[in-house]
């Protein structure tokens, strides 16, 4: 099952502007983390966020955390086309387990 | 450091048939999770190991089984195939200090039943 959902569940913009994708979730959690998947391939991790973190940066990379409202968002400043991908994040709930559950995922699509 | 290796990267297989699918973790990581990415349902956990262990099991029918090896590399076996399997397997190697672990996944293994 999956722990929550992703908004929006696509997304256009132009090369230079800035993306914003949200994802909410229903457990409490440890942390959470934000993955990008080009077309299909493997998972690549962007960045991870703990629960008692409420924003986090990484290069172009903008994470917010909020567990009061269960939602986190993950900001890319300045998108190039590279970016163009899907985004999820997915949420790790165990204090022994390294078990992760994903959003549905935003797709992202950059234009040159 | 080498990253998370997964073998074969494709495969075709007739339904009835069995599979297994193989993925090495990073060096030093003693966690392998995998899990089953389709359109429908998204990417959902099908279980852990760690040190060998089963910690952890997703709703998947019996017929998706696995195991860790003391060297940390991990199968996963789907038998009796079924045309609904088809989709891509991810596994995710981590240290295991969960509280604060990232996951890292390999390329993936898309498996096609016919």
């Known amino acids: 099952s999956q722990q929550g959902e992703e908004d929006p569940q696509a997304l256009s913009i132009q090369e230079g502007e800035n993306a914003t994708m949200n994802c909410s979730y229903k457990?409490?959690?440890?942390?959470l983390q934000w993955y990008r998947q080009n077309s299909g391939r493997g998972l690549v991790h962007l960045i991870l966020?703990?629960?008692?973190?409420r924003e986090k940066h990484s290069g172009r990379l903008r994470v917010t955390l909020d567990t009061s409202k269960k939602s986190s968002s993950l900001l890319i400043t300045a998108s190039r086309a590279a970016d163009t991908a899907s985004y999820f994040c997915?949420?790790?709930?165990?204090?022994?387990?390294?078990?992760?559950?994903f959003g549905q995922g935003t797709t992202l699509q950059v234009k040159p | 450091k080498a990253g998370v290796t997964q073998t074969p990267r494709y495969l075709i297989k007739t339904r009835g048939q069995q599979v297994t699918l193989s993925c090495s973790p990073i060096?030093?990581?003693?966690?392998v999770s995998w899990y089953q990415q389709t359109p429908g349902q998204g990417l959902q956990f099908l279980f852990e190991?760690?040190?060998?262990?089963?910690?952890n099991k997703g709703n998947f029918p019996g017929r998706f089984s696995g195991r860790q090896f003391s060297n940390s590399r991990s199968e996963m076996n789907v038998s009796t195939l079924e045309l609904g399997d088809s989709a891509l397997y991810l596994c995710?190697?981590?240290?295991?200090?969960?509280?604060?672990?990232?996951?890292?996944f390999g390329q993936g293994t898309r498996l096609t039943v016919v």
């Open positions: 995710a190697s981590s240290s295991g200090r969960w509280e604060n672990t990232e996951a890292f």
């Open positions: 457990t409490s959690i440890n942390n």
């Open positions: 966020i703990r629960s008692n973190e």
């Open positions: 997915a949420t790790g709930t165990g204090s022994n387990t390294g078990k992760l559950i």
């Open positions: 060096s030093g990581h003693r966690s």
């Open positions: 190991y760690f040190s060998e262990t089963q910690r």
